[in-house]
């Protein structure tokens, strides 16, 4: 009986078993051998052993250029964009009337923000003479176009990935509804103020949702590509301002057809993540309150 | 009995997953009974326009032929290409730039032309032709005939009271005229020229040196560092663009500060300043590019394009074929005219040259006026000159935006340079 059911489970499971091999592990495991290749595309991959993460850690000053500039996204992006996400769904929570509209208006952004389109909107908006630039001159703060700046073309990267925070908010959303309402209750029967509310019941009522959020946002940041590309055409400049990781492994491997280096920085990145994500996960044990387990 | 239905259903299963995928990777087979060439080149509509309007005629008088196109801009083209080229899938027949001939050279994949009598090559300058040839082997040839050139708007030029540019101008003379048109105009006199490798090749030149010797770097950090010390001067007088607007350069024109309206005057291309005419107007001509301090000018013919066959194309002889209609057939020639530059069969050229009207005109003048006074071009760049473009104009942004001095920028790019020629 149990062999028939596990014959039937593999049947249905053979469409994503295939896909996952072949597409996913395979490819994996072929770019973890051409990380330690000088592979060009062009002629066969030569065995270097670890030259290519030796050359990345000690001798190209773009690699660490690209880590700084992905680094300070990743600190700038992730808390704004999970601040902007809270402070609108707490509001939207207090809402009596065409909740579904706003939370829908809200998070349109998200469905569009990830397009090349949007990006290159964005680029046209902070760019010399656009929208931002126009408005910032007419309050006389003439600061000129923001992609062109070294100073500030990172911001505006970093913008939009804020202006996308729907998916956190309505996480958020689901979040807030789950906080049992007698707390609130018995917290207003012994006069304790909105934001006594807010610090004592509901952030921490809130943080294992908080902390899921962080995970993911911290995940897909560091992975940040396409605003990047859009809004530098390409090339992560004014002066390398917005050379992020990715977009400079992308500029190894079709730019220059350094696949095998290119291969070994995406490694790298898998790793760096990891270690990350492991790290957000032990400082959890700290601040992370499960009401559940209290009990 | 249900055991092994289901043992034959996940077999069907299989199967139908597996026939999906192999025919996904079958790719398009030949035409029955006739050959099934592929073509890939970059441009724009209209260049795509008169290349069908040539292969439609190529049709009329090679029955059996069929040719599938495919067409994009510059730098898509350039990634798909090396990707199809890794995947030994390259097409029968290829366009290809100057920059690209080392690297595909190198790694085999591109036929040798003068094993092909298909592709007669008699009409052609043989200095041009050695361009496509790396090692004595003729691995492309070249699609048309372009050259350096300097646009500018002769309306507000004469307005400045600037001169009339001349052939015989330096670097120095230009940059006058730059700072009289600046002072007088409130823009720029030009786009600052040292964000690019090729103006600064035309300035190496011009000195009687050059960018690559045998493969390597032939110039040194003092050079480079001279040349943007030179440039800095300029942009902090204002004669040439700011660094907000030059970082904007990414070769389309409406990106440069002259098609933004920044400035008065652009480096480029001879043909592709014929783009200014709708951005800028009909006051826009061209001319040519600075002389060196003796007056060696330092500009030079090169190949607008090569094309090239697939070393591994089934069709050699008719892929050689198309060729040879493309450059050499006065009826091509004319249906293609200046699509892509002076055409390189000198009857062809010939022959269209009476009809060229407009900004074509001023192309065919100004190359005329060139013609026996420029030295032969280089040849091809080595392997890995294709990143070091990008990285100039990189390093250039360090020293435009002041983070760098020009003399810590060059050491920069040359030892980025060395990293990749080595490679």
Known sequence: ?295 | MRRKWTTVSALACCLTVLCGLVAACGGAEGVSGGVALRFSWWGNEGRAKATEKAIAAFRRTHPGITVQTSFSSYEPYKQKLATQAAGGDAPDVMQLDYRQISQYAGSGILLDLAKRPELRRDQMDPALLRTGQLGGVQYAVPMARGTQAIAYDSTLWAKAGAAEPAATWTWDDWAAAWRKVAAATGKAGSTDPGYSEDWFEVWLRGKGKALYDGGGIAFTDEDLAEFWQWCTTLRREGAVSSARQTTQMDGALDNTPMGRGNAVSDPSWDAASSGYKSLVGDSVRIAPMPVGPDGKPGQYFKPAMLIGVSARSPHPAEAAMLIDFLLNDPGAGEVLGVSRGIPVNDGVRAKVDPGLKGFDRRIADLQKGLEGRLAPPPPAPPKGDNTLQSTFQRDYDQVSFERMSPLEAARDYLTEAAAELKQ
């Open chain 1, 1 to 295: 009986m149990t062999t028939r059911r596990q014959g039937a489970a593999w049947v249905f499971l053979s469409p994503w078993v295939l896909g996952a091999v072949v597409l996913t592990l395979l490819p994996m495991l072929i770019s973890l051998y051409l990380s330690f290749t000088d592979y060009d595309l062009f002629d066969a991959p030569n065995w270097v052993g670890i030259r290519n993460y030796a050359q990345m850690f000690t001798e190209d000053p773009r690699f660490w250029r690209s880590v700084g500039n992905t680094a300070l996204y990743v600190v700038i992006a992730v808390p704004l964009q999970l601040a902007a996400a809270l402070v609108v769904a707490l509001a939207l929570n207090s809402v009596k009337r065409g909740k579904g509209f706003y939370r829908s208006a809200f998070y349109a952004p998200s469905l569009l923000g990830a397009s090349m389109s949007i990006a290159l909107v964005w680029r046209a908006m902070f760019n010399d003479g656009g929208t931002v630039d126009s408005v910032l001159s007419s309050v006389g703060l003439d600061l000129g176009g923001w992609v062109n700046q070294p100073g500030w073309a990172l911001l505006t990267v970093a913008l939009l990935t804020v202006w996308q925070f729907g998916a956190p908010m309505v996480i958020f959303l689901a979040g807030l509804q789950q906080i049992p309402r007698e707390l609130y209750e018995a917290a207003a029967v012994d006069g304790a103020s909105r934001w006594r509310q807010l610090l004592s019941i509901t952030l921490p009522m809130l943080s294992p949702v908080l902390f899921f959020n962080l995970v993911l946002q911290t995940i897909q940041a560091f992975q940040v590509f396409t605003p990047a590309f859009a809004i530098s055409g390409g090339k992560g400049g004014p002066a390398d301002s917005t050379l992020v990781y990715t977009l400079y492994l992308y500029d190894r491997a079709f730019t220059a057809s350094h696949m095998g280096y290119a291969s070994a920085m995406a490694w790298v990145l898998l790793v760096a993540i990891g270690l990350v994500t492991a790290l957000l996960f032990r400082s959890s044990r700290s601040w992370v309150f499960y009401a559940d387990k209290g009990a």
